[in-house]
């Protein structure tokens, strides 16, 4: 019988402010990805739509979800059909700290289980997915929705999923420049004070439990970090001005979504203010931006009906 799998990933927003490699939100922005078996042919085509489609390989063997698909099948010791059809269709910005990466593993690992004989569970998969993309922070709120707070115990990814509501809105604004994850890593520092890090573990217990008893007031103070942002924020032109622009428009705090270029805002009123305010911010320092007013969603990937 011919196949067809639809599946469903969301964008994701990594690092949080303080909770550097280890807290990520899954967002209501969500790339899609078909695919469609074709007995007739002997290998994998690939169609791409939206963003980032003159870039992405469409070669099977050297494109992401294609990858992902075979390390699925590994698993589950099971061949892939031998001839199909995938489309993806991009909405994500590519390269821009929004996990375009994670929700093309995540997929890609999705359709292969499925095509597979479905035998791996969520942990499997979260564990594959980590293995895969080399942190937790992206992949496993795109996998388990919500709120994702993970660490790392002997090779194992665990995460818990805190369950967002509706009530808070995060604006994502993306610049025309790309910040790659091999620059914003090595413009981290070697090694970190005392200090910094009593600093850091406050910060992000007081952002999670903010966000789980939804004192959103107190958000400003719990997104305030002394790893990364201060370090990356120079990799995007007028960023730290953009992030300030954010709060005084009325933005609850703000942040570097991943390693960038994108930059997060949290809020409870005036979104679509806050994020012209951020669009005109990136103007004035000679980048065009494109934004979204998105929630939480607390549905990882999901294969669509």
């Keep these: 019988m011919t196949q067809s799998i639809h599946?469903?990933?969301?964008?994701?927003?990594?690092?949080?402010?303080?909770?550097?490699?280890?807290v990520g939100i899954a967002l209501t922005l969500y790339n899609e990805i078909y695919f469609t078996e074709e007995a007739n042919k002997d290998h994998i085509t690939i169609e791409i739509e939206g963003l980032?489609?003159?870039?992405?390989?469409t070669i099977f063997e050297n494109n992401m979800v294609g990858q992902a698909m075979k390390a699925a099948a590994v698993k589950n010791r099971q061949p892939l059909p031998t001839g199909g059809?995938?489309?993806?269709?991009?909405?994500i910005p590519p390269a821009r700290g929004l996990g375009s990466s994670s929700a093309a593993l995540v997929g890609g690992l999705m359709i292969g289980n499925a095509l597979t004989g479905n035998k791996m569970s969520q942990q499997d998969m979260l564990s594959l997915a980590t293995s895969l993309e080399g942190h937790p922070d992206n992949v496993a709120p795109a996998i388990c929705g919500g709120l994702s707070v993970s660490i790392m115990v002997d090779g194992k990814t665990m995460t818990n999923s805190i369950l967002m509501g509706q009530d808070i809105s995060f604006i994502v604004v993306s610049p025309q420049i790309e910040v790659a994850t091999e620059e914003a890593r090595r413009a981290l520092p070697k090694t970190i004070d005392y200090q910094s890090a009593v600093f850091?573990?406050?910060?992000?217990s007081f952002l999670v439990s903010?966000?789980?008893?939804?004192?959103?007031?107190r958000i400003f103070y719990g997104l305030q970090d002394k790893l990364h942002v201060p370090y990356r924020i120079r990799l995007i032109p007028g960023?730290?001005?953009?992030?300030?622009?954010?709060?005084?428009?009325?933005a609850l705090g703000s942040t570097i979504s991943g390693s960038g270029s994108t930059l997060l805002a949290f809020a409870t009123?005036?979104?679509?203010?806050?994020?012209?305010?951020?669009?005109?911010?990136?103007?004035?320092?000679?980048?065009?931006?494109?934004?979204?007013v998105?929630?939480?969603?607390?549905?990882?990937?999901?294969?669509?009906?």
Excluded: W
């Excluded at 980032?52 to 390989?57: F, M, N, S, T, V």
């Excluded at 903010?210 to 007031?217: G, H, N, S, V, W």
């Excluded at 960023?239 to 009325?250: H, M, N, Q, S, T």
């Design 200 to 204: 850091n573990v406050s910060r992000v």
């Design 239 to 250: 960023g730290e001005e953009v992030l300030k622009a954010a709060v005084r428009a009325g």
């Design 294 to 305: 998105l929630k939480c969603t607390n549905e990882g990937a999901k294969i669509i009906p």
């Design 85 to 91: 059809h995938l489309k993806l269709i991009n909405r």
């Design 210 to 217: 903010a966000l789980f008893t939804k004192q959103y007031d």
């Design 7 to 22: 599946v469903q990933i969301p964008a994701t927003s990594a690092n949080v402010g303080s909770g550097f490699d280890a």
């Design 269 to 292: 009123t005036d979104e679509e203010k806050i994020m012209n305010a951020m669009i005109h911010c990136f103007k004035d320092h000679g980048l065009e931006s494109v934004g979204h």
């Design 52 to 57: 980032g489609k003159d870039e992405i390989p």
